[in-house]
Antibody, heavy 122, light 106 residues
Framework: QVQLVQSGAEVKKPGASVKVSCKASGYTFTSYGISWVRQAPGQGLEWMGWISAYNGNTNYAQKLQGRVTMTTDTSTSTAYMELRSLRSDDTAVYYC???????????????WGQGTLVTVSS | EIVMTQSPATLSVSPGERATLSCRASQSVSSNLAWYQQKPGQAPRLLIYGASTRATGIPARFSGSGSGTEFTLTISSLQSEDFAVYYCQQYNNWPCFGQGTKLEIK
């Protein structure tokens, strides 16, 4: 069965960086993309961007451009999301999700990781 | 940028009754719309994609309709496990979500 297992909770100081991992199993990793979605406490879902596990192509949400990098390691079927220059409003649960790509267009998210809480606090 | 607006913000319905949730796009997204269910402390779960196609394992009481800018998620007979927050998401352009509708027990 398809599973996405994320790394554990992190506590970071403002200005630091965080790198969250997402290990996939149960499907051919390079046949799909991975998107990252975050959710601030008590708030809705925010799409952060995606990476093609096939060729490493990425697209990031405009508000995060320059601070976020998404990568994959196909040898271990693992995706990573690094967010730099952390601020207090980056405190959120970060989810990875498998995404179908149709003709280069990111579509919907059919499997999700369990989420990783990142807390930014001095 | 496409903006997704869900209504109502909170919907109170009794078990066994029908629930109708709405999602409006600021411009046409064709049928490129998905619905998700999220329970407290859990990741979202895909319910519907392509505006009306149920995802694998989703009960038939969940149905989606609409195209263009107006979409509806209907739950025909509410079960206790259906009380949650529901999000719509368009993927006609870069993905974005509505702000969610909380479905609570009346």
């Amino acid at each position: 069965q398809v599973q996405l297992v994320q790394s554990g909770a992190e506590v970071k100081k403002p200005g630091a960086s965080v790198k969250v991992s997402c290990k996939a199993s149960g499907y051919t990793f390079t046949s799909y993309g991975i998107s990252w979605v975050r959710q601030a406490p008590g708030q809705g879902l925010e799409w952060m961007g995606w990476i093609s596990a096939y060729n490493g192509n990425t697209n990031y949400a405009q508000k995060l451009q320059g601070r976020v990098t998404m990568t994959t390691d196909t040898s271990t079927s693992t995706a990573y999301m690094e967010l730099r220059s952390l601020r207090s409003d980056d405190t959120a649960v970060y989810y990875c999700a498998r995404v179908l790509v149709d003709g280069g267009t990111v579509t919907y998210f059919d499997y999700w990781g369990q989420g990783t809480l990142v807390t930014v606090s001095s | 940028e496409i903006v997704m607006t869900q209504s109502p913000a909170t919907l109170s319905v009794s078990p066994g009754e029908r629930a109708t949730l709405s999602c409006r796009a600021s411009q046409s997204v064709s049928s490129n719309l998905a619905w998700y269910q999220q329970k407290p402390g859990q990741a979202p779960r895909l319910l519907i994609y392509g505006a009306s196609t149920r995802a694998t394992g989703i009960p038939a009481r969940f149905s989606g309709s609409g195209s263009g800018t107006e979409f509806t998620l209907t739950i025909s007979s509410l079960q206790s496990e259906d009380f949650a927050v529901y999000y719509c998401q368009q993927y006609n352009n870069w993905p974005c979500f509505g702000q969610g509708t909380k479905l609570e027990i009346k």
